[in-house]
């Protein structure tokens, strides 16, 4: 169990991120690629992502065991803000930090000669890490960058109306159920037992597609508290990517034809930073089912991403979306 500690101070300070974390989701990623755990949500993932797989990721399988931990340099809190961010934090990483997280690996058992000769090589290691890393993002989690950031963005619009209906404390009591606000202490299911205290430095909210089952928490209790979470991406809506993606991308140019008219433009504008299906009717001057049927419609073409919240749902835009809305993705 995890149970993090909140202050008044803290609870004023709790936020969500602002996008996906690259740095986040490529490393959850590649636990997900080793486990055999929901096929139908990450099974055509998989193979896609095998059959890109060219380079070597022996290091990566050595500083990030299949459970439990792994060390806190490789998702800085740069990575917050991109990608390149994120690696520029991690190439500038000390080298007493790097070899004081990488002793933590395997603890209690001796360790291994390779982890052994990587920790003495110190910063000289860093090249063929950050290697690995820029390979497997590439193949793993660039190809499904948009699906990944329409599951953020619609888990933002959900926990966002959270807040505004009741405040931080709203907003805890919404995430999923795997943690469980009970004020002032947030509790996690979590593989060992811990106590994070905040102490007035507030709590960010990343939300993850690649995070199952459990949140994730940064091991050193004096870096910026964050709690990864899984996002509630919908089976529905598993990435595509690749030769695979054809497809869909194929269906979706068929339903963007349905798309053409004056009725369906005023609803996907009406949908704004997130409608549920009644706010989206009296915003577009529609009845409920009509809304319902032009929000399915939009969905299927990958325009709206659509989340359950309690006994309603709420629809936001994707980018392909957004772009449409700007005049970028439209086609005749």
Not at 9 to 26: H, I, N
Not at 85 to 95: F, H, K, N, S, T
Not at 126 to 149: D, F, N, S
Request: aromatic residues 6%; proline residues 7%; glycine residues 10%.
């Amino acid at each position: 169990m995890l149970r993090i500690h909140f202050t008044g101070v803290d609870l004023a300070r709790v936020r969500m991120a602002g996008r996906p974390d690259a740095l986040w989701e490529t490393i959850l990623s590649f636990h997900r690629l080793r486990d055999r755990r929901d096929a139908r949500l990450f099974g055509e993932w998989r193979t896609e992502t095998r059959s890109r797989l060219n380079s070597e990721t022996r290091t990566l399988g050595m500083l990030i065991p299949s459970r439990g931990y792994f060390p806190d340099f490789l998702t800085p809190v740069e990575g917050q803000y991109g990608w390149d961010v994120g690696l520029d934090a991690l190439r500038g990483i000390r080298p007493e930090r790097m070899r004081r997280e990488l002793q933590l690996l395997g603890a209690g058992a001796p360790m291994p000669p390779r982890l052994r000769e990587f920790m003495d090589g110190g910063d000289k290691q860093l090249p063929r890490l950050m290697g690995e890393l820029r390979a497997y993002h590439r193949a793993a989690v660039e190809p499904y960058w948009t699906h990944i950031q329409a599951q953020i963005e619609a888990e933002r619009a959900a926990r966002g109306r959270a807040l505004l209906d009741g405040g931080a404390d709203e907003l805890l009591d919404s995430l999923p159920p795997m943690l469980r606000w009970r004020a002032p202490v947030l509790e996690c299911d979590y593989p060992v037992d811990r106590d994070v205290r905040l102490r007035g430095r507030g709590l960010l909210l990343q939300p993850s597609f690649f995070c199952r089952r459990t949140a994730v928490t940064l091991h050193d209790p004096e870096l910026p508290p964050v709690l990864v979470y899984p996002a509630a991406a919908q089976l529905a809506s598993a990435p595509a990517g690749g030769e695979s993606a054809r497809p869909v991308e194929e269906q979706r140019q068929r339903t963007l034809g349905k798309l053409v008219g004056h009725t369906r433009s005023v609803v996907l504008r009406a949908i704004g930073d997130g409608a549920t299906t009644s706010e989206l009717a009296r915003r577009a001057g529609v009845s409920l089912a009509s809304a319902s049927q032009h929000a399915c419609v939009m969905r299927e073409a990958g325009l709206v991403t659509t989340l359950r919240r309690g006994n309603a749902v709420l629809h936001t835009v994707t980018p392909l979306g957004a772009a449409l809305l700007r005049g970028g993705a439209v086609a005749s």
